[in-house]
């Protein structure tokens, strides 16, 4: 496997992370937060901006996929559900990239039935040129052009979502990963 050229280094990443933690720990200020992983993409986020936040919060995960290769299908499946209840929380959905928005519009919709107080996004990457529904992403760490990323969580085919840091991925290239 050769490991290209970092798209996002691990050290922008920690900065970036940093600064979402202090905003999402000043907009909840003085109330508990229930933040909810998407996984698998979303492990390593998480695990990093969870850390930094300075609210009380409780953790739980949702595991999904709508994904086959490189294309969304927009039929995202259910395969772990959250076991924390929603009712009257404020929820914090924590997700690695958000690409034509189908996967997080079904979740929240899924979730704003139970009742939460609130409810809002954070994505780690941003694809909004690709979006194909209207979605509101609360926290965003980077907007990104339309390249298919691993790494930090992100995966081709469950392969890259170790490295430390984003990757551009593209098969047959020396700027990329190739396997
Ligand atoms: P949609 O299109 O529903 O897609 O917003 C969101 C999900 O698609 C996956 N995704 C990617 N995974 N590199 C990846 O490894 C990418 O560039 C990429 N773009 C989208 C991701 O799982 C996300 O939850
Ligand atoms: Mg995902």
């Known amino acids: 496997m050769i490991i290209g050229k970092p798209f996002r280094t691990v050290e922008e990443i920690q900065r970036r992370v940093r600064e979402l933690a202090e905003k999402i720990s000043s907009d909840y200020a003085g109330r508990e937060i229930l933040a909810v992983g ?22 739980d995960f949702l595991v999904a996929s709508s994904y086959i290769r490189t294309k969304t299908t927009g039929d995202v499946k259910i395969h772990a559900d959250v076991r924390e209840a929603i009712e009257g929380k404020h929820v914090v959905l924590i997700e690695d990239i958000v690409d034509t928005g189908l996967t997080m519009k079904y979740l929240k919709e899924l979730l ?37 990323v691993v790494g930090y969580g992100l995966d081709y085919e469950n392969r890259y979502r170790n490295l430390p840091y984003i990757a551009i991925f593209k098969k047959d290239s020396a700027e990329g990963i190739q396997a």
């Open 38 to 59: 998407i996984l698998k993409g979303s492990f390593m986020f998480f695990a990093d901006i969870v850390r930094l936040i300075q609210v009380p919060m409780n953790i």
């Open 112 to 148: 704003m039935k139970r009742n939460p107080a609130s409810l809002k996004v954070c994505a780690f990457l941003d694809k909004r040129a690709n979006r194909k529904v209207n979605l509101q992403v609360d926290y965003v760490g980077y907007v990104i052009p339309d390249h298919f």
